[in-house]
């Protein structure tokens, strides 16, 4: 029964993204929410703005990950209050990796192992992306990563083969729509819709938010038959 419990809640079904590009960062998301190898839901917002100036993304856990945001959140306020000039990026990510580290290794019934991407806006304007792995490594991104999430092995191959560091955040959207539509096709823990964010030094904007719909079409041709003798 323990076995069976932990296997279930710690599977990381699902596939979040981040782009680098030369205009900004592209963050995405599927909507999908497994137990084990049941649907939970079908419309769970995975990469969301969390304050003004930063957008998370995680895998793993769903009550962990939620929590997390809401520490994070909270952390981050306080060191403005005390320092009173906002965080870094780096700091951002720093702090979760620290948090990351120690929920990972503080005796529980269930550990706490989630993976995250933050992307996000510095006072200067520049724009960055880090990801930290679930043992609580924090690593600026350059380029693009999907972390640990069950649909990482069917975009990086993608993402792969098709960017470029000259990539506009349109076409940053556009990639990532694809990557996002390729993992749902192959990936069980994946699915059911997509949110892409957007970052920019200007602003942080919900560029899309779809839901995917099953639809059934006759096929072409008889129905098979099968014969036992």
């Known amino acids: 029964m323990d076995s ?34 049941i649907i939970l839901s079908k419309n769970t917002q995975k990469t969301a703005k969390i304050n003004d100036y930063l957008v998370i993304s995680g895998t793993g856990n769903a009550s962990d990950i939620e929590m997390q945001k809401k520490v994070i959140a909270a952390e981050l306020k306080l060191k403005e209050l005390k320092s009173k000039k906002r965080p870094t990026l780096k700091e951002a990510a720093n702090l979760i990796g620290m948090i990351t580290y120690r929920n990972i290794r503080q005796p529980a019934m269930i550990p706490s192992i989630v993976g995250t991407l933050i992307g996000g806006i510095n006072e200067d304007g520049t724009t960055g992306l880090y990801t930290i792995e679930p043992a609580g490594t924090a690593m600026k991104v350059e380029d693009f990563d999907a972390n640990f999430g069950s649909g990482m092995p069917y975009v990086l191959g993608l993402l792969e083969s098709e960017y470029n560091s000259d990539l506009t955040i349109k076409e940053g959207v556009d990639l990532a729509l694809k990557s996002i539509k390729s993992s749902t096709q192959r990936d069980t823990g994946s699915g059911n819709g997509i949110d892409v964010f957007t970052i920019s030094k200007k602003e942080i904007k919900h560029e899309v938010a779809q839901e995917i719909i099953s639809e059934y079409k006759e096929s072409k041709g008889k129905p098979r038959t099968t014969s036992f003798n």
């Not at 279930?8 to 929410?33: E, F, H, P, Q």
């Open 4 to 37: 069976d419990l932990k296997n279930n809640i710690l599977k990381s079904g699902t596939t979040i993204i981040g782009i680098v590009c030369k205009d900004g960062i592209v963050m995405a998301s599927d909507r999908r929410a497994t137990g084990g190898g």
